[in-house]
């Protein structure tokens, strides 16, 4: 048994057991992925996959199993990597963050800026992304730090820790009669055509349930991934916006006006998350804390369930 061995079975379960992408991930040739597989079959004397033909189709009971052990030996062999680095290699290395748009636009630029200037020789990798492809990005080993509001808080396998809280808000072009109002209500914003976020991203569920509770149908003409597009929508007259307050800057959107409406859509909460289990550098714990002072190493090491990788 080898580690090759072990990431076969790792990434055929990730790559729906097509043995040309398992072979791609992991620079070898698909026969030589199934002869790893063969070999190891024969080695524990159980057959890991259920085939039809040549093909795999999924894991046998002893394969899910094993499965599991393997993710936990791959992570810990990963960790183990990790620990020496962290003696030999103090302040180099590399850092992989994932967050989505509005947290990789408007809540981390000072915070990467800070980062790189205590760290210079750490490659700090910041990738943009929706929340399952975070949640799928740390549970893989991919990334060390996921960003987002949605969607990390509810997997077992990663532990969150609040960041901070925002809320949405109205952007009209200036001049709008919504600017007019002594106060506006949801039946007043739903009077309009609504430019707002992808349902799944950035609080968007909490907006169509308070439109929902009250009763109300909006027209949603357009939905975006990002508030960059929501205001240039609503400055080409489309709609009104609903979007992320921290999105909106006086000095660079000076067409348009921000209408605060906590009232009506609630707070919503971003959350730092890190894969249960994994090992990280005292920089990617500086970085944390440089997001957030309440979230030192040692407040973020006791809230980690590292004895509980699975």
Same mark, same amino acid.
């Not at 597989?37 to 039809?52: A, S, T």
């Not at 992570?75 to 103090?90: F, G, M, P, T």
């Not at 348009?256 to 990280?280: D, K, M, P, S």
């Given at each position: ?31 030589? @992925?199934? !002869? ?13 996959? #259920?085939? +039809? /033909?040549?093909? $795999? ?97 509810? @997997?077992? !396998? ?13 952007? #009209?072009? +200036? /001049?709008?009669? $919504? ?132």
């Amino acid at each position: 048994m080898n580690f090759q061995q072990l990431r076969i079975i790792r990434e055929a379960a990730r790559r729906n057991f097509n043995l040309t992408e398992v072979g791609n991930a992991l620079f070898t040739s698909q026969s030589g @992925v199934s !002869k790893h597989i063969k070999d190891l079959e024969d080695e524990l004397g159980v057959e890991l996959f #259920v085939r +039809k /033909g040549k093909r $795999l189709l999924g894991l046998t009971e002893p394969g899910e199993e094993l499965l599991v052990i393997v993710e936990r030996i791959l992570l810990d062999s990963n960790n183990i990597k990790n620990l020496v680095e962290q003696y030999s290699k103090r302040d180099e290395g590399q850092l992989t963050v994932v967050a989505t748009h509005t947290q990789a636009r408007y809540a981390l630029p000072q915070v990467v800026h800070e980062f790189k200037k205590s760290f210079p020789k750490v490659h700090l990798k910041l990738h943009q992304a929706g929340p399952d492809e975070i949640v799928s990005m740390l549970l893989s080993g991919e990334a060390d730090i996921g960003v987002a509001t949605e969607a990390l808080g509810e @997997v077992v !396998k990663l532990d969150s820790f609040p960041y901070y809280t925002w809320h949405h808000a109205v952007v #009209v072009p +200036k /001049g709008h009669p $919504l600017s007019k109002l002594q106060a506006i209500t949801l039946k007043d914003i739903a009077a309009y055509p609504l430019v707002t976020y992808h349902e799944g991203l950035t609080g968007r569920a909490k907006i169509d349930r308070a439109f929902a509770e009250a009763g109300l149908n909006p027209d949603i003409v357009m939905s975006a991934l990002d508030a960059d597009v929501i205001k240039t929508y609503v400055e080409l007259g489309m709609g009104i916006g609903i979007m992320a307050s921290m999105a909106f800057s006086p000095a660079k959107d000076g067409d348009l006006q921000l209408l605060e409406c906590e009232q009506f859509f609630g707070a919503n909460t971003t959350y730092i998350a890190l894969r249960r289990g994994h090992y990280l550098r005292s920089f990617a714990y500086r970085f944390i804390e440089l997001c957030s002072s309440r979230l030192d190493e040692k407040t973020v090491r006791a809230g980690l369930a590292l004895e509980c990788p699975e």
